[in-house]
């Protein structure tokens, strides 16, 4: 299970598909040719058989043909029946019978769905065009036929989204429409009885919620292609209890947290879009310049810094791993990786989430010179001890992957050790591109980041005075189109007190409003 939350995973179910085809390609090639043999076989039959009705007389007076027709109706018929038993017998095809087959569980397919609508509702994308396989104008994949947005509608109203139910259902009216408007020259190629079944009962569904107008658009397509049906609809029908008072709150529901119905959220999607941006006022004080860093060697070879934001202290160190590296260092990562969970309340375990969405492994610093090299560069480029830091975190996201909006500190003095101190400072590494979506999002500060192979992403997550900094919320935005992988340093507040002094006064009060969730 798992497999719609990284790339990895995805690479595997592939593989499944790719064995279940050369099987089924294998058995459809061996019965052909017997059912080409018996088809041959057959035929003659058919030829003698009506030689002997057209003149039945004559046929039957002559000793061979009486001695053949004995024959064939006491071994050769039974001999046949045999054969069509193995060709039978050959054909079973159980697909989830042995070879250890990897295939999705219920949960990975409510994933992709809900993937996919995070990414509708996110990058605001119009339905028909996802549905054509195009994502921001760029077409990538196949068109989906209507009975896939069907079932992805089906799917949505089972997990209770009813806003997208209808919206997918919609389409897959629109495409059926269309479908059978190409086709209708030919026989009509619409939905099979059990499709229509499936249809009509959604109907039924949608107009107990109060969905009248998608209740009808689909009705009305069960009843183009079966008018028949119309004799078993009458309202009232068995089962089928009339719309409550309520029907039209019942419609409203959108399955999703209360979080992702707030301001705050809206406005973190928009950062996530690139519809916003810092005030020009803000952005004059911003510089891409060379550092000469905290070590003596950054003179000759200095820094490519670019500042984000000067308070709070958000920058991007450019180019501080060659591909190689972060070649190895995700090869070192993949047999590890495991779905990534959120931090629990205390005392309970900790969670998959929706909230959260990839792999991740972790990886001992000591165990490669790369990941020494990492650490050596981050004390060289802020000054920073990295004596207590946690283990290097690298995740991967497929596609729909996303963290949404969180702070790296820990609120609760008991998720951390009290000798190392809260994480005071994240670092980023970007081990891969995003072709579409993908970026780091600091909501309250209108920036987002886009990874860039080798970059790497720094902010102190505290203030000065070690208080939490809230301003510094942000997330990882889904994924539309590629894979993202990074790598996560967090450096803890112990040992730090010369490299990161306090000021003289506290200087944490600006953060406070940003605490609350608007
Ligand atoms: O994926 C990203 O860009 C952000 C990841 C992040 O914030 C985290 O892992 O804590
Ligand atoms: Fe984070």
Redesign the pocket.
């Given at each position: 299970s798992d497999y719609f939350s990284s790339i990895t995973g995805l690479e595997q179910l592939l593989n499944t598909e790719e064995y279940l085809i050369k099987e089924l390609r294998s058995k459809l090639n061996g019965v052909r040719t017997s059912l080409q043999q018996l088809e041959g076989e057959l035929s003659s039959i058919e030829q003698e058989h009506s030689l002997a009705a057209a003149d039945t007389e004559n046929y039957l007076t002559n000793p061979v043909n009486v001695y053949r027709l004995m024959k064939r109706l006491h071994t050769d018929w039974f001999l046949t029946e045999g054969r069509v038993q193995q060709i039978a017998e050959d054909l079973t095809f159980n697909t989830t019978k042995d070879y250890g087959l990897s295939f999705p569980s219920q949960e990975d397919v409510e994933g992709a769905a809900l993937a996919l609508v995070r990414l509708q509702s996110t990058y605001k994308l119009d339905v028909a065009q996802v549905a054509a396989g195009i994502l921001n104008g760029v077409k990538y994949g196949s068109d989906m036929s209507w009975q896939d947005c069907f079932e992805l509608g089906q799917q949505l109203f089972e997990m209770e989204d009813y806003n997208n139910t209808r919206i997918w259902l919609r389409e897959s009216m629109d495409r059926l429409r269309r479908h059978s408007s190409a086709a209708h020259s030919h026989a009509p190629s619409g939905p099979d009885t059990e499709t229509l079944n499936k249809m009509e009962a959604t109907a039924k569904s949608l107009f107990q919620l109060g969905d009248f107008d998608t209740a009808y658009e689909l009705s009305q397509r069960v009843l183009q292609f079966d008018p028949k049906r119309i004799r078993n609809w009458h309202l009232g029908d068995k089962g089928a209890a009339p719309p409550s008072e309520d029907s039209e709150v019942a419609l409203l529901p959108k399955h999703s947290d209360s979080y992702s119905l707030t301001h705050e959220f809206a406005h973190y999607e928009k950062v996530c879009r690139g519809e916003v941006n810092p005030s020009p006022k803000q952005e004059r004080s911003l510089r891409c310049r060379l550092s000469q860093g905290y070590h003596p060697y950054r003179l000759l070879a200095p820094l490519k810094l670019e500042e984000h934001s000067l308070d709070p202290y958000v920058v991007t160190f450019h180019d501080m791993l060659s591909p190689q590296k972060i070649t190895e260092l995700r090869e070192m990562a993949v047999p590890r990786m495991r779905r990534s969970t959120v931090n629990p309340l205390p005392g309970s375990q900790n969670k998959k989430s929706s909230f959260r969405v990839s792999k991740n492994a972790w990886l001992e610093y000591e165990s490669h010179e790369t990941m020494v090299g990492m650490l050596r560069d981050l004390r060289e480029a802020t000054g920073l001890d990295t004596t207590f830091c946690e283990q290097l975190q690298v995740?991967n996201y497929g596609v729909g992957g996303h963290?949404e909006p969180h702070w790296?500190f820990f609120r609760d003095p008991d998720h951390y050790p009290a000798e190392e101190g809260n994480r005071m400072a994240t670092a980023?590494f970007y081990l891969s591109e995003v072709e579409q979506g993908g970026a780091?999002a600091f909501p309250f500060l209108d920036f987002a980041v886009k990874p860039q192979l080798g970059n790497v992403l720094f902010w102190y997550n505290l203030h000065r005075s070690l208080d939490m900094d809230y301003r510094t919320k942000?997330?990882?935005c889904p994924v539309l189109k590629g894979s993202k992988w990074?790598g996560?340093v967090w450096i803890h507040e112990v040992t730090q007190t010369f490299a990161r002094p306090c000021d003289v006064f506290r200087d944490h009060e600006v953060s406070l409003e940003y605490e609350i969730i608007k």
């Open positions: 995740a963290y790296d980023i780091t942000h997330a990882g990074i996560n």
